[in-house]
C-alpha cells in the first residue's frame, strides 16, 4: 500500500465553493417567485382543484424529471472515473486534481474503489429510472379527467371468452 498523498488544488477548492455559493444565491433569489407563484396556485385551488392538480403534478413530474437526469449525469461520469482507475491502476488517476489531500491507491485498493464506484452508479441509475417510471405513471392515472377513469378488471367469465 502507497502512503504517497495527491495535494489538494487549492484553485479547484476555491472554483468549487463558488460554484456552491452561486448555486446557493441562485436558489435563494428563486425562492420568493416560486413562493409567489405557488401562492397563486393554492388560491386558485380553492376554486378549480382539478386545474390545480394538474399543474401541482406537471410541476412535480418536471422536477422528478430534472433530478432524474442530474443524478443520472452524476451516475455516468462516476462510470467514467472508474473506468479511468481501472486503466491507471490507481486512485486517482494521473493528472487528476482533487480538493482535498488524498492518499493514492494502487493495485488492488484502487480496483475495488473502481469496482465500488462503477457498482453504486449502476444501482442509482436503476433506481433513479424506476423512481421516474412509477411516479409518472401514478402522476398519469391521477390527472386524468373524472369521466374517462379506466375500465375495471374483466370478471372471470368475461377473460374467458
Do not use: C, H
Amino acid at each position: 500500500m502507497s502512503s504517497e498523498m495527491i495535494p489538494a488544488d487549492k484553485n479547484l477548492r476555491k472554483k468549487i465553493i463558488f460554484l456552491l455559493i452561486f448555486f446557493v444565491l441562485g436558489l435563494m433569489l428563486l425562492s420568493p417567485y416560486l413562493n409567489a407563484r405557488l401562492a397563486e396556485w393554492r388560491q386558485e385551488a380553492a376554486t378549480d382543484p382539478e386545474t390545480a392538480w394538474v399543474r401541482y403534478s406537471s410541476l412535480f413530474q418536471w422536477l422528478l424529471g430534472l433530478t432524474a437526469l442530474l443524478v443520472s449525469a452524476a451516475s455516468v461520469y462516476l462510470i467514467v472515473v472508474s473506468v479511468r482507475v481501472l486503466k491507471s491502476d490507481r486512485y486517482p488517476p494521473p493528472g487528476w486534481k482533487v480538493i482535498r489531500d488524498t492518499r493514492l491507491q494502487t493495485g488492488r485498493r484502487a480496483r475495488i474503489t473502481a469496482y465500488m464506484l462503477m457498482v453504486n452508479s449502476v444501482i442509482l441509475i436503476v433506481l433513479v429510472s424506476l423512481i421516474f417510471l412509477v411516479f409518472t405513471k401514478l402522476a398519469g392515472r391521477m390527472t386524468t379527467p373524472r369521466g374517462t377513469a379506466p375500465r375495471p378488471p374483466l370478471s372471470g367469465s368475461e377473460s374467458r371468452r
